[in-house]
């Protein structure tokens, strides 16, 4: 093709695929779009709440209901820091699934959100943020070097195995 893939591209190309003698139609895999990670952070947060200090899994819960978030697949779990020692503000360090192009990104970044009383900004970041992410088990705030997990994990299933296995695996 000549031009960009689009979604009824995606859809003739399935359709073609199943209809194939000598193919179990289950077996195939829907065709999708080349994705990428887009990275952000959030700042404008409160580090404690009534319920106590913000986890990943309250702002997982949060970005759902948002609705600049309506369309966006997180990558990996949400990153909560606080923004100093003595400050009561937290950064909130995002990893989403997007096209190649960053669309859903662009669209997200510079724009406010409520969160109760607090306005929450979403800012775009550089992969590397300062922050150790490791290689084994892609979580942040360890290096590599310094993991307890025991078993490699994929990047882009978060299965427990490594690349060259994902085919089998997945």
């Not at 109760?116 to 992969?127: L, S, Y």
Request: proline share 4%; with cysteine; net charge positive.
């Amino acid at each position: 093709m000549n031009k960009p893939v689009n979604a009824l591209n995606l859809s003739t190309i399935e359709k073609f695929l199943k209809n194939i003698d000598n193919v179990n139609s289950d077996s195939i895999e829907g065709p999708c779009l080349p994705k990428s990670k887009s990275y952000m952070k959030i700042v404008g947060l409160p580090y404690k709440i009534e319920q106590g200090v913000i986890t990943p899994d309250y702002i997982e819960s949060i970005l759902k209901e948002t609705y600049l978030f309506k369309d966006v697949i997180l990558a990996l779990k949400p990153y909560v820091i606080k923004a100093s020692s003595k400050s009561d503000i937290a950064v909130v360090w995002v990893d989403i699934w997007d096209s190649q192009s960053s669309s859903l990104a662009k669209n997200i970044i510079n724009c406010r959100f409520n969160i109760g009383q607090f306005v929450a900004t979403v800012h775009g970041t550089n992969m590397n943020s300062g922050i150790p992410q490791c290689k084994n088990c892609w979580k942040w705030g360890h290096s590599t070097l310094s993991c307890h997990f025991h078993v490699s994990r994929y990047a882009k299933c978060y299965g427990a195995h490594v690349t060259e296995h994902h085919r089998e695996k997945a």
